[in-house]
């Protein structure tokens, strides 16, 4: 998966524009102390140049980018290099972190260390998110979300997953088939995202059947299954559907363009992602990594600039009062909204895997 056009498999890699392979190792040179040095390994246009411009002019320190477009291959690069990694900072989703910390490629995060710390929104404030066993591991950055498109010329307003299943819309909606086979299990009050059914095989089958069922049941609801952002864009675009389940990207540059969709999270709550970036055990230069992230929580203002770029919702406070009102309404979140979505874990995930594939087999069948 190189964007946000992917399945389920690859759903939080969701990138806006991924460059596909990382960036010739030239780029970051070998692992010693390095003066006046930062090295990040990141995705296309996840820091903005012009933080990137001041922050060298401000501090002296070099930045140096080698570009992602896969959690595996950071995860590879930097087992690979073991005791004398290359990179000092690498961005890692919040589901993937137990296996980087397995593996003992991230260090725990000093948050005395960052001044501005405190700059995070109140959703990310001491990036819960991030923490295990007490410790903290990254620096909240960006998230997405699976939310509720609409097109609001043509739909009510609503505050739940049920206008999927209004008769009013029949024929008219749309979802990828994993994702939200997952959400109509929360929305029946069961658990998604598998976590609380580690070690209870049969009580997750139950919950996924009743979902798998209840889909299948109104089946007639829906216009198309989709795959990709780009399909679900075009249906809006062609008002071939009203209401769909979305990912928060392809839904935000729908509204950047002018359409009149609305994201939202309605009250059973959703599921989503938050990038972060994080300090790589023995880097070569941990006192400009630190210098380098307390940089970058400064402002909201760079928070702004890298949903802009990036397309995702900002963890930083602030955010929301620099965007205009064309931005806001495509990447920022009410509060209350913002506090139903649920990160997804790393906890169960092969049982969870199993069992929506499955599933997703079955709903395609009947």
Do not use: C
């Not at 190792?25 to 003066?35: G, V």
């Not at 595996?72 to 930097?78: E, T």
């Amino acid at each position: 998966m190189k964007d946000f056009t992917a399945t389920r498999r690859s759903t939080l890699k969701f990138l806006a524009a991924g460059t596909g392979v990382l960036a010739a190792p030239a780029i970051i040179r070998p692992a010693f102390s390095q003066s006046k040095v930062v090295n990040i390994t990141t995705y296309d246009k996840f820091v903005p140049q012009s933080f990137i411009d001041q922050f060298q002019k401000d501090t002296g320190i070099e930045v140096r980018i080698r570009l992602t477009d896969d959690q595996g291959k950071q995860y590879n690069v930097l087992s690979a290099e073991g005791e004398t990694p290359s990179t000092d900072i690498v961005t890692v989703t919040g589901h993937r972190l137990s296996q980087f910390i397995g593996s003992k490629l991230l260090t725990p995060l000093d948050t005395g260390r960052l001044k501005n710390w405190d700059k995070l929104a109140s959703a990310y404030k001491g990036a819960p998110q991030l923490t295990v066993d007490s410790s903290v591991y990254g620096v909240p950055l960006l998230a997405g979300f699976e939310g509720l498109a609409r097109n609001t010329d043509y739909t009510k307003a609503s505050d739940s997953w049920a206008i999927m299943f209004d008769q009013e819309y029949k024929g008219l909606t749309s979802y990828i088939i994993s994702d939200f086979l997952q959400i109509t299990m929360r929305y029946q009050g069961n658990d998604g995202d598998f976590v609380t059914y580690e070690g209870k095989p049969e009580e997750a089958q139950a919950a996924t059947n009743k979902a798998r069922d209840y889909l299948i049941q109104n089946k007639d609801m829906v216009r198309k299954y989709y795959d990709a952002g780009s399909e679900v864009q075009q249906m809006f675009v062609n008002e071939d559907i009203y209401v769909a389940h979305s990912w928060s990207g392809p839904a935000a540059k729908l509204i950047m363009d002018g359409h009149p969709i609305e994201i939202s999270v309605p009250k059973e709550g959703t599921y989503g992602f938050l990038y972060s970036f994080n300090v790589v055990k023995n880097g070569p230069n941990t006192d400009a990594a630190y210098t380098f992230l307390d940089a970058i929580l400064s402002s909201p203002e760079i928070g702004a600039a890298m949903s802009r770029q990036s397309g995702f919702a900002s963890a930083f406070d602030g955010v929301d009062k620099v965007l205009n009102d064309k931005e806001r309404a495509a990447m920022t979140l009410p509060q209350e909204q913002t506090e139903r979505i649920q990160f997804f874990s790393s906890v169960n995930r092969d049982m969870k895997n199993e069992m929506v594939d499955k599933a997703v087999a079955e709903i395609k069948a009947a």
